[in-house]
């Protein structure tokens, strides 16, 4: 086990999350959509396993994050929330969830936490949506928020490049952040937003702030598992730094499987009853 790694092998709760944050310990944080993928992201000891909406793209293969539904959200949380022995899970709110209606995104918050078994949730959005959170929040259900590019408002921005590179933008971002640690979110995620200013919501905040494409000072990292391990491929933002390449991994399998079949040399003599 590297020396970074914690040794600690107790469930990770959101109070353990304020505590590393504390200490400055920093965050660790991987998407699994599955059973098997978030059985090796937990035994490998990642912090945090997040059932993101990205698996619109990258199970689903839709051009967006927008399409995928609440039930099939809850069908990949299941398999990843029964792996998960050490790893605090988190399920993203697909989009149309939570839209300004407390009762309605209690409703839905409720489903996914009784059906999943996951540990809490993540919700996209500041302002517009913060009465919907603190409700979800006081029927015991843990939130962390989502800021700065917010993939479920693509047809909002029309772009996915960096947010809040303007003034006025940075700082509805900030007083966003400091409406959410006040609703009571555990956590927060800030995407691809300028590191300066990740920085400076990272120190403002008593609560984690986890980035992805923010720079290095904030309280933890979360990548894309299958773009971190190289299984996607043609995807390569700045930010994201790939740890293998699964990808031509599985692509030389499956052409030596392919082959092997078509020359009779699988299955052999001692691969046969
Ligand atoms: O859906 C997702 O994978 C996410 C991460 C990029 C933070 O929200």
């Known amino acids: 086990m590297s020396v970074h790694q914690s040794e600690d092998q107790r469930k990770v709760t959101t109070h353990r999350l304020l505590e590393m944050k504390m200490r400055g310990e920093k965050i660790s944080m991987l998407t699994s959509y599955d059973y098997t993928i978030a059985t090796l992201v937990d035994g490998a000891g990642c912090d945090v396993i ?52 407390p009762r309605m995104s209690l409703e839905y918050a409720i489903r996914v936490m009784k059906e999943t078994g996951a540990d809490s949730l993540k919700i996209e959005g500041g302002v517009e949506i913060i009465e919907d959170i603190k409700k979800i929040i006081s029927a015991g259900i843990p939130v962390m928020g989502h ?84 299984i996607t491929q043609g995807f390569s933002p700045r930010f994201l730094r790939r740890y293998a390449n699964i990808g031509e991994t599985i692509t030389n399998a499956v052409k030596a499987y392919v082959s092997d079949v078509k020359s009779v040399s699988f299955p052999n003599k001692e691969e046969q009853y």
């Open 50 to 101: 997040l059932v993101g909406d990205s698996a619109s793209n990258v199970v689903c293969g839709n051009a967006t994050t927008l399409p995928i539904t609440i039930d099939e959200m809850i069908f990949l949380a299941k398999g990843v929330a029964r792996a998960a022995k050490r790893a605090l899970v988190v399920v993203d709110m697909p989009f149309g969830t939570v839209s300004g209606n």
């Open 147 to 230: 800021l700065g590019l917010m993939p479920q408002s693509i047809n909002k921005y029309g772009t996915y490049t960096v947010r809040a590179k303007e003034d006025a933008e940075a700082e509805k971002l900030i007083s966003d952040a400091k409406l959410l640690e006040e609703a009571g979110c555990f956590a927060l995620v800030l995407e691809k937003i300028p590191a300066f200013l990740a920085e400076k919501v990272a120190k403002t905040l008593r609560i984690p702030v986890i980035g992805i494409g923010a720079g290095s000072a904030v309280d933890g990292q979360v990548l894309v598992f299958h773009d971190m391990t190289g």
